[in-house]
């Protein structure tokens, strides 16, 4: 088997509407989802055994914000492969291939979806980030006096929306910094289950001040639709005021609103009673494809020197000896001799720590990173982790 680009699109088609169970209803859509892939750059990688392809993937070029600072990533998606051929490598030749394109485009770090995630740490991803998924009624929410700040039910972004929420995104936890291809890739296509996906723009004198996007579901198993809102951007607690007002006043379309947020995200001072439903739920995990590329990487951790051991079977070079340092809030990479390592981690146990999610002394306490010799408890603090960018 061999790994290269895939240049037909078309190819993927049935094997992953095969493994995704997608309805004969949303095929249409499938197609159309990979036609607007190809617009929009998306990159397409396949694992062949002569001219049949056994596996695919997609990659998203995005750029993230990851700690402090605003990085490049490739968000992995639509892993699938035929049915006869799983378990006979086909899969892990794409990943594989897929890590060393992304680190000869540049790219620092990987994030998927896993289905599994024992499967995808055997390849180095760990685990990411959390939300919430808080479920209540419009009716719930307590009224407020929006003022002067309107609001704009649009099909797309204008390009004053698309610039606040670059803005926005480039400070809050790990959003996407989204492009027009992004944000077309957010709308559409419309599945079978859904009603439209839609952008709220909220201005005050003409300035955008807030946005929100949204999709209108059919509630299958309880009758009724539910909006889900996955975008919910701004810095005013005025406007947010405004935002949840925009949501009461749909109480006659919709039964129930799926909000996701940050863990620390808190709506009860919006609601006359508790919310229905609070759901935690684990989301996506990171990898660090080309660890080098992360020196310079800011983060909001007190100074300190690590000497490091990485194993890393798929990218070698991981591999090795490093010194973090952290200085003024930087991160500095250097290489070392692995005899002068005092901790000894898997690259997805540093990508979790790099990535915010876990801090290292905590991975330590929990056996995931292995001190050695020399090991004085130095640690990388953790943060908030939130990335609403489902791809």
Known sequence: MIFKEITDYRELIEISALAFSFEKIDQNELEELYEQLV?????????????????????????????????????????CSRQDYRGKGGVRLLLSGTLESMRNLGYPVSVLYPFQRGFYRKYGWE?????????????????????????????????????????????????????????????SPVWSSQVAKRVVRFTRKSEVVGLMDYSINQDRK???????????????????????????????????????????????????????????????????????????????????????????????????GFMLKIGNGVLNLTRIPEEEARLEAGIGAISTVIGGRESLRRMVEMKLIKPLSGYNGEDIKRCDVFMNEPF
Not at 151 to 170: L, Q, W
């Open 222 to 320: 309880e009758g009724g639709y539910f909006h889900s809102i996955l975008t919910f951007a701004c810095e005013e607690e005025k406007v947010r005021q405004a935002m949840f007002s925009y949501i009461k006043s749909l109480s006659h379309q919709v039964n129930r609103v799926h909000l996701f947020g940050p863990m620390n995200c808190e709506i009860w001072p919006y609601l006359y009673d508790k919310p229905d439903e609070c759901q935690l739920r684990e989301g996506s995990m990171i990898r660090i494809v080309d660890i080098m590329k992360l020196d310079g990487l800011k983060i909001d951790s007190p100074d300190v020197k690590i000497a490091l051991k990485i194993e890393d079977a798929q990218c070698p070079w991981n591999a090795g």
């Open 127 to 187: 685990v990411f980030d959390r939300w919430q998924l808080i479920k209540f009624s419009p009716s719930s929410i307590r009224d407020f006096d929006s003022g002067d700040i309107e609001a704009r039910d649009m099909a797309f972004p204008d390009e004053e929306s698309m610039e606040f929420y670059r803005r926005y995104a480039s400070s809050k936890y790990n959003c996407v910094l989204r492009s027009e291809a992004d944000w077309r890739d957010r709308l």
């Open 39 to 79: 617009e929009g750059g998306r990159l397409f990688y396949g694992t062949y055994d002569g001219e049949t392809l056994v596996a695919g993937c997609v990659v998203y070029p995005y750029r993230m914000r990851l700690r402090e600072s605003v990085v490049t990533m490739g968000g992995i998606a639509l892993v």
